[in-house]
Nanobody, 119 residues
Framework: QVQLVESGGGLVQPGGSLRLSCAASRSIASIYAMNWYRQTPGNQRELVASTTTGGTTNYADSVKGRFTISRDNAKNTVNLQMNSLRPEDTAVYYC?????????????WGQGTQVTVAS
């Protein structure tokens, strides 16, 4: 089990940058995947970026080249650097941990942090 706490959201103008952080309650070194999702009202959560224990990163097409996910196993944090922000990036952003135990996958979520991109 792991508790996740996001921080760093806020209001930013189009073209600006924000850095989201996700702090985990325990070591993330063995957690298979740490992910960032986002959700807007009336829509399902969308996977924005992911990073695995093997160092693989993946991004939604809509954020490629603008967002960068990074994993710091020493600090038990996962960050999402968001550059060149657009109004359509406005959403609640959630940190997610995907953990494999025995024969099952388990998913843990933070409480979310609001990102608003507006002039």
């Amino acid at each position: 089990q792991v508790q996740l706490v996001e921080s760093g959201g806020g209001l930013v103008q189009p073209g600006g940058s924000l850095r989201l952080s996700c702090a985990a309650s325990r070591s993330i070194a063995s957690i298979y995947a740490m992910n960032w999702y986002r959700q807007t009202p009336g829509n399902q959560r969308e996977l924005v970026a992911s990073t695995t224990t093997g160092g693989t990163t993946n991004y939604a097409d809509s954020v490629k080249g603008r967002f960068t996910i990074s994993r710091d196993n020493a600090k038990n944090t996962v960050n999402l650097q968001m550059n060149s922000l657009r109004p359509e990036d406005t959403a609640v952003y959630y940190c997610n941990a995907r953990i494999f135990v025995a024969t099952s996958w388990y998913y843990y979520w933070g409480q979310g942090t609001q990102v608003t991109v507006a002039s």
